[in-house]
């Protein structure tokens, strides 16, 4: 019965980061996710784009496992982009999708204490191997990071933040 309650608790708080973040969209367009409003080079689309395919990758790589797995950097340079042809309400549906998927793989993993291989990259030549919960809760840790940044760089865009949005 506890094991339940993390993991409905693991779904819950993610949930609620997931939103947090959505807040600093509010009342946005495409145009303005795309700009850039502190010396940074992150936007709101852009980090908008990097949780979609953040939590898409770490839920991809608790699926199959690979121990061969190696990250492509060379995708990087588009990562925290909000491309010509995506728009802030594509990625917001993109990640409900990928949320539903994350909820499904939280509930119907066996044992979270399951120990998975991650990607070695550049930063961490050797494999690491993470259990399940750990990766789910850098899922989380990645999503609550990013929506401090959010917060800043809409703040500077018009004063809004996830605690005033303005009329």
Not at 45 to 70: F, K, M, Y
Not at 90 to 100: F, K, P, Q, R, S
Not at 102 to 116: A, C, F, M, Q, V
Request: charged share 25%.
């Amino acid at each position: 019965m506890a094991i339940d309650q993390e993991r409905e608790n693991l779904i819950a708080m993610l949930a609620s980061q997931r939103e947090l973040f959505r807040i600093t969209l509010r009342g946005i367009d495409d145009a303005q996710a795309r700009q850039r409003t502190t010396v940074s080079e992150l936007t709101l689309g852009g980090l908008l784009h990097h949780l979609v395919s953040c939590e898409s990758h770490w839920t991809t790589v608790i699926i199959e496992r690979d121990e061969t797995a190696e990250l492509d950097v060379s995708k990087f340079d588009g990562e925290y982009v909000l491309g010509p042809d995506e728009t802030v309400a594509g990625l917001l549906a993109a990640w409900d999708e990928v949320a539903a998927a994350t909820e499904k793989l939280i509930r119907t993993e066996p044992d979270l204490n399951t120990s998975i291989p991650t990607p070695t990259t550049p930063w961490t030549p050797e494999r690491e191997w993470w259990t399940v919960r750990f990766t789910v809760l850098h899922i989380l840790r990645e999503i609550a990071h990013h929506s401090g940044h959010a917060d800043i760089i809409r703040e500077a865009l018009d004063g809004a933040n996830t605690t005033y949005q303005r009329a």
